[in-house]
C-alpha cells in the first residue's frame, strides 16, 4: 500500500529510449500512481561527449541511427542492414555487446568499408568508462577486449574516426 511517499527509480541514460519505461509507466499507473519523467542525455550523445568527438560532424554523417542491438535469445538481429551500412551515416548500437560480431559481419556484408571508423564505449557516462577505437572489421576482437559483461555502446561510422573534425579538414 502506498502511502502518499515519494519513490525515485534512477535510470542511467535517455529513460525513453531503448528502456522500458512505456511498461513501468504502463504497471505504476494501473495501481494509480502518477509518474513524472526526468530526462537525461542518451548514450551515444554522453560517448561522443566524453570522447570529444560529434556524431554528426559535417563531411563525414548525414545522419545519426540509433539502433537496439537487443534481440529475443536465439534470434539474429532483424535489421536492414543495406539501409544501415551507408558510409555517411553514424550508427549507434545499444546494448551492442553479444551482437558485436553480427554487426561487423553484416555490415561488411551489406557493403560497408572494413576499415570503417569504431567506438566501443562500456559504463558510459561512468567513473569507470572505458572507450576504444577500433576499426568495423576488428569490432569483435575490440569487444572482447574491453566489455566483459558491462553494458556497451558501439558507435560506426567515419564521423567517430580517430582525430575528430581535424582529420577530416
Not at 504502463?26 to 542525455?41: D, K, M, Q
Not at 570522447?51 to 545519426?64: C, D, T
Not at 572489421?137 to 575490440?142: Q, S
Request: proline share 5%.
Amino acid at each position: 500500500e502506498w502511502d502518499g511517499e515519494r519513490v525515485v527509480r534512477l535510470k542511467c541514460g535517455e529513460p525513453v529510449l531503448f528502456a522500458r519505461s512505456a511498461e513501468e509507466i504502463g504497471a505504476l499507473s494501473t495501481h494509480g500512481i502518477a509518474v513524472r519523467i526526468c530526462p537525461g542525455i542518451t548514450a551515444a550523445s554522453a560517448a561522443a561527449a566524453s570522447a570529444g568527438i560529434s556524431l554528426s560532424l559535417r563531411g563525414q554523417a548525414r545522419r545519426v541511427e540509433f539502433v537496439t542491438a537487443h534481440a529475443a535469445s536465439d534470434r539474429p538481429l532483424d535489421l536492414d542492414w543495406n539501409r544501415l551500412a551507408d558510409p555517411q551515416a553514424t550508427i549507434a548500437f545499444y546494448m551492442g555487446r553479444g551482437a558485436a560480431p553480427e554487426i561487423s559481419h553484416n555490415l561488411i556484408a551489406a557493403g560497408l568499408d572494413p576499415a570503417t571508423s569504431v567506438l566501443v564505449a562500456c559504463e558510459v557516462s561512468l567513473s569507470n568508462e572505458t572507450r576504444l577505437q577500433t576499426r568495423l572489421d576488428l569490432l569483435p576482437l575490440a569487444v572482447q577486449a574491453i566489455a566483459e559483461d558491462r553494458p556497451t555502446l558501439i558507435i560506426v561510422g567515419e564521423a567517430v574516426a580517430p582525430g575528430g573534425a581535424e582529420a577530416h579538414l
